[in-house]
């Protein structure tokens, strides 16, 4: 297994987005990216993105796993898998330092932006039906939610299925101006 070279707490004075930058990850970022998924998206269940799974992800040519660096430290995360007809989004995480100021919306944005170029437009994703952040998050973003799923997360706890057609326009107003 290897380590992630740029793990460290992030500096809180963060503030414009294009601050950051936006990259495919690397090998030895897997490890950073595992265990934001572990605090920040799986508490409380058994972790399944590991520090492997997540590398066959970085190595797939079908998969993009994108982080947002800022001053060479990873800040956020996203894992997408694209297929012909149908994206899905596996995973997105942003460091709590770092949050509204756009940096989940460039993460998913920048996807959706190779999606629609490689003409696949729908883009599905699963979260945790109590996770009413990112519920509203993704709703900001086009989402619609489609069908709760009872169970989904190892038998103990529901998901919401959302799901957005890319060709459609984005309500959602830019985020750049801020300061
Ligand atoms: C969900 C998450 C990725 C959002 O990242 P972020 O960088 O803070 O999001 P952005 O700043 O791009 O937000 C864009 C818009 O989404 C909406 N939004 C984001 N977080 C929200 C929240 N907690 N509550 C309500 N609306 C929210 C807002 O409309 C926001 O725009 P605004 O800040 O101008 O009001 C982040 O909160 C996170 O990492 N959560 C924990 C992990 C997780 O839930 N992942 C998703 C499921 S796998």
Known sequence: MTTCSRCSTPSPD????????FEPARLADAARLAAM?????????????GCERIQTHIRHPESMVLVAVRGGMITGFAIMRYADDTAHLNLLAVDPLHR??????????????????????????????????ARAFYAALGYRELVQIPGYYQGVEAAIRMQRDVRAPSFTPPTAARS
């Not at 998924?37 to 993105?49: C, D, I, Y």
């Not at 944005?109 to 699963?126: D, K, P, Q």
């Open 37 to 49: 998924s572990r605090q920040l998206v799986e508490s409380g269940l058994r972790p399944a993105w």
């Open 14 to 21: 963060t503030r414009a987005v294009y601050d950051y930058r």
């Open 100 to 133: 509204r100021r756009g940096v989940g919306q460039r993460l998913v944005r920048w996807l959706e932006e190779s999606a629609l170029t490689a003409g696949t437009f729908t883009i599905g994703l699963e979260l945790r039906a109590a996770n009413q952040g």
